[in-house]
């Protein structure tokens, strides 16, 4: 079992530049999650797909945020144009839905850190 | 809204000492609970989960949690800690909704 895999583990990039983070998910899955960890705000879901169709957006900070999921086996997480406060850990976490429940519990990849100056 | 208030920002503990952690929820029907733990660098492992049942339930690495719902807390425990256990601890709450995470407790473990 490979787990969820993140691609870059770390991006350093300056102000205005456009940022893509990567996500494959573990085979079998239907959900997948993005978060946000900074030391103020702790761990933000951001958006999250089931069957590869966004459910939920609403922590998307703004517009220069953006997600897709083309298929099952991937996700991307876009910055355009990235700023000195989108500086944190990103990570993708992937579930799926046990019966006679309402959500699995989550498996998190190793994380994206960004570095914006 | 479903929240997660994790009181302790940071706890210190000398190795072979008990520990608990402390979790309080926010949620108006019966909660999903989880513990995760973080070590630097690295993604988040769950540690244990409660969905029904059994109120005390065990976890990996020697660790266990309460549900009690009187209370709304959730606190993980273990009764020897390990300097291996040094970490940052998160708990989660679901209800209809994707896990909530609280602020997280940092655990550092002296000799």
């Known amino acids: 079992d490979a787990g969820v895999i993140q691609s870059p583990r770390h991006e350093v990039t300056e102000m205005g530049q456009e940022v893509t983070l990567r996500c494959k998910p573990i085979?079998?899955?239907?959900?997948l999650f993005w978060y946000r960890q900074t030391m103020m705000r702790g761990l933000e879901l951001l958006i999250y797909?089931?069957?590869?169709?966004?459910?939920?957006d609403s922590g998307m900070p703004e517009d220069r945020f953006s997600a897709k999921m083309p298929n099952a086996s991937f996700s991307t997480l876009k910055i355009q144009p990235s700023e000195p406060r989108d500086s944190a850990v990103y990570f993708c976490?992937?579930?799926?839905?046990?019966?006679?429940?309402?959500?699995?519990?989550?498996?998190f990849g190793e994380g994206s850190r960004l570095t914006v100056l | 809204a479903q929240s997660v208030t994790q009181p302790d920002i940071h706890i210190t503990v000398s190795e072979g000492a008990s520990l608990e952690l402390r979790c309080n929820y926010s949620y108006g029907a019966t909660p999903y609970l989880f513990w995760y733990v973080q070590s630097p660098g690295q993604g988040l492992q769950l540690l244990l989960k409660?969905?029904?049942?059994?109120?005390l339930v065990q976890g990996i690495k020697g660790f266990e949690a309460e549900f009690k719902r009187s209370q709304s807390s959730f606190n993980l425990r273990k009764p020897s800690v390990h300097w291996s256990d040094a970490a940052e601890y998160f708990c989660?709450?679901?209800?209809?909704?994707?896990?909530?995470f609280g602020k997280g407790t940092r655990l550092s473990v002296i000799a």
């Open positions: 409660y969905f029904s049942g059994d109120t």
């Open positions: 085979s079998g899955h239907d959900y």
């Open positions: 797909f089931n069957n590869n169709v966004p459910i939920d």
């Open positions: 976490a992937s579930s799926f839905l046990r019966t006679g429940t309402n959500t699995g519990e989550l498996f």
């Open positions: 989660a709450v679901s209800g209809n909704t994707p896990l909530v």
